[in-house]
């Protein structure tokens, strides 16, 4: 049930077809994780408080550093060398003051991925190296979690959801990350933003479509990104989704696998 304030509040979602007040009480009931309260997680944590997540949890090890300010725009000038995870929970409970907010001032690892991901409904990674993104689509497999994620580059970034643990419409199970990107690119191969710089609104906008796909995933109007990857191309402002599949011979839930 809603109260007074929060019809008010979700007025806006509670009139929209295919959202409605199922919609928003689904919403309410969700409880997301997100990897990172970075460039991606700082659009993505504001929008899902406004829609009213009932509870979001974020895991960051990192503090807030004046780099960070021209992208990651859920933290300000005062918050520098605070934990990102604090100034995500004062964003928040700025925002919406009924979202419950967990925090985890850790780095995600192989020693507490599953336990942090088992408490949650779905998962989304805006983490920003290849350990973290490829640890965090394992443990949701095994875990059985949606999870939606999404990339950056310099000037391209790159989306998908994961729901590996279940079959597609003609009978294979779903792609796993693996079968998109079967190993991390070798170490050097790939240079951090710190090196080869990321344009700010780019994470912006990754982060807000990351947003709405959570809320789709949740909600469950409209066409997910199961086994489709949305590439956004910022020089050329140009957007084209790619189609795959799963890969029989992946690691996770190949032919040759246990439930595969």
Known sequence: M??????????????????????????????????GAGGLG???????????????????????????LQRQV???TGDIGRAKVLSAADAVTRLNPNVRFTSFKTR??????AE???GFDLVADGSDNFETRYLTADTCFYE???????????????????????KSANGEPN??????????????????CAEAGVLGALTGLLGTMMALEVIREIVGFGEGLVGRLVLVDALSMRFETLTYGWDKDNPLNGAGMKGG
């Open 175 to 192: 792609p796993t990350y693996r079968c998109l990107f079967p190993a991390p690119p070798p170490p050097g191969t790939v240079p951090a």
């Open 42 to 68: 700082s659009p993505l944590i504001q929008y899902l408080a406004a829609a009213g997540v009932g509870e979001i949890g974020v895991v960051d090890d990192d503090e807030v550093s004046l780099s960070n």
């Open 2 to 35: 809603f109260s007074k304030e929060e019809v008010e509040r979700y007025a806006r979602h509670i009139v929209l077809r295919d959202v409605g007040g199922p919609g928003q009480q689904k919403l309410k009931n969700a409880r997301v994780l997100i990897v």
């Open 74 to 76: 859920l933290h300000g």
């Open 144 to 166: 059985k979690k949606p999870l939606v994620t999404a990339a950056v580059g310099a000037f391209d970034g790159s989306l998908t959801t994961l729901r590996p643990f279940e």
């Open 116 to 118: 942090i991901i088992r």
């Open 108 to 113: 995600l690892d192989a020693t507490n991925a």
